[in-house]
């Protein structure tokens, strides 16, 4: 049984990868500072793993509590790490934030963990923001990094170089980078998924808010894009699959024996979904009729955006399973179950 630290654990992606890892058998700390998160997804978790999860409330920006924290617990042996602001638009309104929350605290648990000097298998969050507007597509790891469109993207991709640099220099690391493409959907217990604050950004968040009567309409951002209906393709991929995608990382981690070992994976499905498909898919497997319309394009998009997987496939022996009526469905009855726990 290996010791999994894993920081910002009851956010979206985190709480389902607590259950994930709970589930095969890993002894699991969080670390959390309730930033953008809230105790009743450690309630959900327990409630699924029928078991308390060790939780500690932390901010990683201070280090002093970072290093105590690390100390405390020198027999970890993998780390994920979550822990980041993740709004695209609030980046560019508030850079300096995303650039203390993001790297600071990355180089805060770096640091800590190096004074350690045992071995650590380190997987990091990262997005398949780094991409930009792709050259070619699917999109492969090979593709070349652009200048990052928002402070957000560049936090991901400073934090790579960061890790990249990190492991050529010292034997204790070993790191792997997982970009993610869209994740959607959420436990199917309904009991963990995602808690957008304000006004959802994302796709999927605004069909379940205005399906549910939150919002009054959804707007699909353009519908003038060189694809075949029209609207923006994206490569969807269920939360749950993402979640296993960072346990076979690390345990294809804790496996190996070379040191100074850093690469990048694509996390996705390698399939494109358009925006109306979407909500067709949300429309034929929840019978709820959408109010939607058409809109201008949001700056910023790219028409096309999907995986080739084949390298997590092969090299980490993952693959997605879940179809994206799963996700939509679970995602509908976790509104649902927002609105009636009042979180
Ligand atoms: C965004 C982030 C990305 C992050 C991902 C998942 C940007 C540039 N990228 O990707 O870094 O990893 O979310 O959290 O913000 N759409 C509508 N109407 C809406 C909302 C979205 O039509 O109300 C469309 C968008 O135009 C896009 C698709 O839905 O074509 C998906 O949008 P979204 O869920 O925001 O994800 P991305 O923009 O792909």
Same mark, same amino acid.
């Given at each position: 049984?290996?010791?999994?630290?894993?920081?910002?654990?009851?956010?979206?992606?985190?709480?389902?990868?607590?259950?994930?890892?709970?589930?095969?058998?890993?002894?699991?700390?969080?670390?959390?500072?309730?930033?953008?998160?809230?105790?009743?997804?450690?309630?959900?978790?327990?409630?699924?793993? !029928?078991?308390? =999860?060790?939780?500690? /409330?932390?901010?990683?920006? +201070?280090? %002093? $509590?970072?290093?105590?924290? #690390?100390?405390?617990?020198?027999?970890?042996?993998?780390?994920?790490?979550?822990?980041?602001?993740?709004?695209?638009?609030?980046?560019?309104?508030?850079?300096?934030?995303?650039?203390?929350?993001?790297?600071?605290?990355?180089?805060?648990?770096?640091?800590?963990?190096?004074?350690?000097?045992?071995?650590?298998?380190?997987?990091?969050?990262?997005?398949?923001?780094?991409?930009?507007?792709?050259?070619?597509?699917?999109?492969?790891? !090979?593709?070349? =990094?652009?200048?990052? /469109?928002?402070?957000?993207? +560049?936090? %991901? $991709?400073?934090?790579?170089? #960061?890790?990249?640099?990190?492991?050529?220099?010292?034997?204790?690391?070993?790191?792997?980078?997982?970009?993610?493409?869209?994740?959607?959907?959420?436990?199917?217990?309904?009991?963990?998924?995602?808690?957008?604050?304000?006004?959802?950004?994302?796709?999927?968040?605004?069909?379940?808010?205005?399906?549910?009567?939150?919002?009054?309409?959804?707007?699909?951002?353009?519908?003038?894009?060189?694809?075949?209906?029209?609207?923006?393709?994206?490569?969807? =991929?269920?939360?749950?699959?993402?979640?296993?995608?960072?346990? %076979?990382?690390?345990?294809?981690? #804790?496996?190996?024996?070379?040191?100074?070992?850093?690469?990048?994976?694509?996390?996705?499905?390698?399939?494109?979904?358009?925006?109306?498909?979407?909500?067709?898919?949300?429309?034929?497997?929840?019978?709820?009729?959408?109010?939607?319309?058409?809109?201008?394009?949001?700056?910023?998009?790219?028409?096309?955006?999907?995986?080739?997987?084949?390298?997590?496939?092969?090299?980490?022996?993952?693959?997605?399973?879940?179809?994206?009526?799963?996700?939509?469905?679970?995602?509908?009855?976790?509104?649902?179950?927002?609105?009636?726990?009042?979180?």
């Amino acid at each position: 049984m290996s010791k999994i630290l894993v920081t910002g654990g009851l956010g979206y992606i985190g709480s389902h990868t607590v259950v994930e890892l709970h589930k095969s058998g890993h002894d699991i700390v969080i670390i959390d500072d309730l930033s953008n998160s809230s105790l009743k997804i450690l309630d959900g978790i327990n409630e699924i793993i !029928n078991f308390n =999860i060790n939780f500690i /409330e932390l901010d990683l920006k +201070n280090f %002093k $509590q970072t290093k105590s924290f #690390i100390k405390e617990n020198i027999d970890i042996d993998g780390v994920i790490h979550f822990a980041a602001s993740k709004a695209v638009g609030e980046s560019v309104e508030d850079p300096l934030k995303y650039y203390t929350n993001n790297i600071s605290s990355l180089l805060n648990l770096l640091n800590a963990l190096k004074s350690l000097e045992r071995k650590i298998n380190f997987i990091f969050s990262s997005s398949a923001t780094v991409y930009g507007k792709p050259e070619i597509l699917p999109i492969t790891e !090979n593709e070349s =990094i652009k200048v990052a /469109e928002s402070p957000y993207g +560049n936090t %991901k $991709q400073i934090g790579e170089e #960061i890790l990249f640099d990190l492991v050529k220099s010292s034997p204790y690391f070993n790191v792997i980078s997982l970009r993610y493409f869209n994740p959607i959907g959420a436990h199917n217990s309904a009991l963990i998924g995602e808690l957008p604050i304000g006004v959802p950004q994302n796709l999927v968040p605004f069909i379940t808010q205005t399906a549910i009567g939150k919002r009054e309409i959804l707007t699909i951002f353009g519908n003038d894009y060189d694809t075949h209906d029209g609207t923006c393709l994206r490569d969807y =991929i269920h939360v749950v699959d993402l979640a296993n995608a960072h346990l %076979k990382a690390l345990s294809f981690l #804790i496996k190996k024996k070379e040191n100074n070992y850093f690469d990048t994976f694509n996390i996705g499905t390698g399939k494109a979904s358009s925006v109306l498909e979407l909500i067709k898919g949300f429309e034929e497997s929840t019978g709820i009729n959408l109010n939607y319309k058409i809109g201008d394009r949001r700056i910023g998009d790219v028409d096309q955006c999907f995986a080739e997987v084949s390298k997590a496939n092969n090299v980490l022996n993952w693959k997605s399973n879940l179809t994206i009526e799963d996700a939509l469905v679970s995602a509908w009855n976790w509104e649902k179950n927002i609105n009636n726990e009042k979180f």
